[in-house]
């Protein structure tokens, strides 16, 4: 992602991994639900961390994102992992790269398990946008 940006390759890496970071793990199961028109399973959110990796369901759908205000279902593609941007990444592209708002729906047919690992910084650790990031005429700093 950094080199995609004209950035050296370890520039949001060096502030996402620090000399310590954080792996947080959480494991979804989302039982049926009779009401799947009224009750969410993860209301709309946005992820605090750098990247999220997303193990889906094997067969069942349910996270959606944000775009263009609308809600857009996210498929399953077999043995792949869905990676999602947080808000470190955010900051730390100054804007460039988006965390999206996201929600998962419920389903009155089958249950839906999902495994999410969180990576971000040491909760000490101060990180802001990539300094070549910056411009003050064309991209100020944002954060
Ligand atoms: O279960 C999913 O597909 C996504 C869950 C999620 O957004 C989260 O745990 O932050
Ligand atoms: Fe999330």
Redesign the pocket.
């Known amino acids: 992602m950094a080199k995609s940006l004209d950035l050296e390759e370890n520039s949001f890496a060096k502030q996402l991994f620090g000399d310590q970071s954080l792996l947080q793990a959480?494991f979804?199961f989302h039982p049926l639900c009779s009401r799947s028109d009224l009750v969410l399973?993860?209301k709309p959110?946005i992820?605090r961390s750098g990247m999220?990796v997303?193990l889906?369901d094997r067969d069942v759908e349910?996270?959606q994102v944000l775009i263009d205000g609308k809600w857009v279902g996210?498929p399953i593609v077999p043995h792949a992992l869905?990676l999602?941007l947080g808000d470190q990444m955010q900051i730390m592209s100054n804007g460039i790269y988006k965390s999206p708002m996201?929600r998962?729906v419920t389903n009155t047919e089958k249950m839906?398990l999902?495994v999410?690992l969180?990576n971000e910084p040491d909760p000490e650790t101060e990180i802001g946008p990539v300094e070549h990031l910056i411009d003050d005429e064309t991209r100020p700093r944002l954060y």
Request: proline residues 0%; aromatic residues 10%.
């Open positions: 959480r979804n399973g993860v959110h992820d999220t997303l889906q349910g996270l996210v869905f999602n996201h998962v839906r999902s999410a969180f």
